[in-house]
């Protein structure tokens, strides 16, 4: 594998995290309302999630939906409907900065599970090994992998820092209600783009 071609998969894994989308924005939204902690602890979920997926998109599933172009559809649509319930979720928060319910606080499992349930997530798995790796040999699953989990956690890593930044500013419910529908009208948004 030339150096050139890491290189490119490197900027591309970058490009595909770093980009607004769903697990951005509400790595950004925790970590505004519950700290950096809590904001890393789903953002390093969030990161195992897809590499995971990506390893299995890799070492064969991809064939499979090849295959079964309807499977896409069917997950881009539970994506679209788990999108849109956590949008619901946010956009009804009450912006209580102290509140008891940590049943909501975003978690390790709740980034695991948001990234299978995220078409962004399977769009970037799909689309980066169809361009750069298209035997999907072990090896270059495997290193095209071991590149994309350290740029995957610190590009959503930047969004956690932005929400530790935003939190500071909003201190109070009412700030921190507008934020949280603000974010839940651009997360609802995204699934708008998806569609297109």
Same mark, same amino acid.
């Given at each position: ?7 490119s ?6 490009? %595909? ?6 697990? &951005?924005?509400? @790595? ?6 519950? $700290?950096?902690k ?13 590499? /995971?997926?990506?390893?299995?998109? =890799?070492? =064969? ?8 172009? +309807? ?14 319930y ?11 900065? &102290? @509140?008891?319910?940590? &049943? ?6 709740? $980034?695991?599970?948001?990234?299978w349930?995220?078409?962004?997530? +399977?769009?970037?798995?799909?689309? $980066?090994?169809? %361009? ?8 270059q /699953?495997m ?9 995957? +956690?610190?590009?959503? =890593?930047v969004? /956690?820092? /932005?929400?530790?930044?935003? =939190? ?20 609802? $948004? @995204? ?6």
């Amino acid at each position: 594998m030339t150096l050139s071609l890491l290189a490119s998969m490197s900027l591309f894994a970058l490009a %595909a995290s770093l980009s607004p989308g769903p697990v &951005n924005l509400l @790595s950004l939204s925790s970590s505004a309302r519950y $700290g950096i902690k809590t904001g890393l602890v789903f953002v390093t979920g969030a990161t195992l999630g897809f590499i /995971v997926l990506f390893l299995l998109i =890799g070492f =064969g599933l991809h064939y499979l939906i090849d295959q079964l172009s +309807w499977i896409t559809k069917v997950l881009q649509w539970l994506g679209i409907a788990f999108l849109v319930y956590l949008s619901f979720q946010l956009f009804t928060d009450h912006g209580e900065l &102290n @509140s008891d319910k940590h &049943n909501k606080i975003p978690n390790f499992m709740t $980034g695991a599970i948001m990234q299978w349930l995220n078409p962004k997530a +399977w769009l970037a798995s799909l689309s $980066g090994i169809a %361009a750069y790796i298209p035997n999907a040999e072990t090896t270059q /699953v495997m290193i095209f992998a071991s590149l994309y989990l350290p740029i995957c +956690w610190l590009s959503l =890593g930047v969004w /956690v820092w /932005v929400g530790k930044i935003l =939190g500071q500013y909003f201190q109070s419910p009412a700030k921190m209600r507008l934020l949280n529908k603000t974010l839940a009208i651009l997360l609802a $948004g @995204s699934c708008a783009l998806i569609l297109i």
